[in-house]
């Protein structure tokens, strides 16, 4: 039988200025893929470089999470913009940390989106497409980390580098739609650990009791989440109990 490979990735360098949020050194070392905080949604230039840093450090893929502009609502928050204007802002924030990160001699494999913006290009083939070629422009190669939607089907469809992703901390409606939480809540990390095996086999237990296909083929936990450390590890650990090999999805 072959060898089951997933990547396990989250969040990290959201902390602003003087204001810290997670604890990215206890979360990191459980995932194989890193999305880092761009500015926009949160985050800052010394906090960018840090989480660089330390995701050299550790080994692990880095890459940029670029949001709307919208501090006070962490980007969680709809808003109304052209194509275009989603399109500049994620090359503005992207190619920040691209120079961070060619800085520190570390190699970027891609772009996570985050927030409402995740969910705005998710839904839109043709936003996501463009904003795949605009990756290209940026950097050849570079990823988008997206949900298996229609925004990620149409980027795969392309032949656009994408990575299917799926988060075990979070609920799902019948549709594969998120359930976000206005203000991330301690959860039980066994449960959470429970959906990440699920959702490795490709599919996932809705709130209403229905499994729905959701083709995963990176896990991500929240590393804004009160125990997010207890989470990530127990998510790393029980994919291995179940035979699973953590591995990056992008460098294979």
């Not at 060619?102 to 083939?125: C, D, F, Q």
């Not at 203000?183 to 429970?194: L, M, T």
């Amino acid at each position: 039988m072959a060898t089951q490979m997933i990547d396990i990735n989250a969040d990290a360098g959201e902390s602003f200025g003087r204001w810290v949020l997670g604890s990215d050194s206890d979360v990191l070392p459980w995932v194989t893929t890193v999305n880092i905080a761009c500015g926009f949604h949160a985050g800052d230039p010394a906090n960018m470089r840090k989480s660089v840093q330390l995701a050299r450090e550790l080994g692990i893929n880095v890459g940029a999470h670029p949001g709307y502009p919208d501090l006070w609502g962490f980007g969680r928050r709809a808003m109304a913009l052209s194509d275009q204007s989603v399109l500049d802002y994620v090359a503005y924030q992207t190619g920040a940390l691209l120079g961070i990160a060619n800085a520190e001699g570390v190699p970027m494999t891609h772009m996570k989106p985050h927030g409402s913006l995740y969910g705005h290009i998710a839904r839109s083939p043709e936003l996501a497409l463009a904003l795949s070629r605009e990756l290209q422009n940026i950097q050849p190669g570079l990823a988008l980390l997206t949900s298996p939607f229609a925004g990620g089907k149409a980027v795969r469809a392309a032949g656009l580098p994408v990575i299917f992703d799926a988060p075990a901390d979070l609920d799902f409606e019948e549709d594969g739609t998120h359930v976000i939480e206005p203000i991330p809540q301690a959860k039980d990390p066994d449960k959470v650990a429970d959906r990440a095996v699920q959702l490795a086999t490709g599919k996932v237990t809705s709130v209403t009791g229905v499994i729905i296909d959701m083709p995963t083929e990176s896990i991500c936990v929240h590393g804004d989440r009160p125990n997010a450390p207890a989470v990530a590890k127990a998510v790393h650990e029980r994919l291995i109990a179940e035979g699973y090999v953590i591995s990056s999805a992008f460098i294979r």
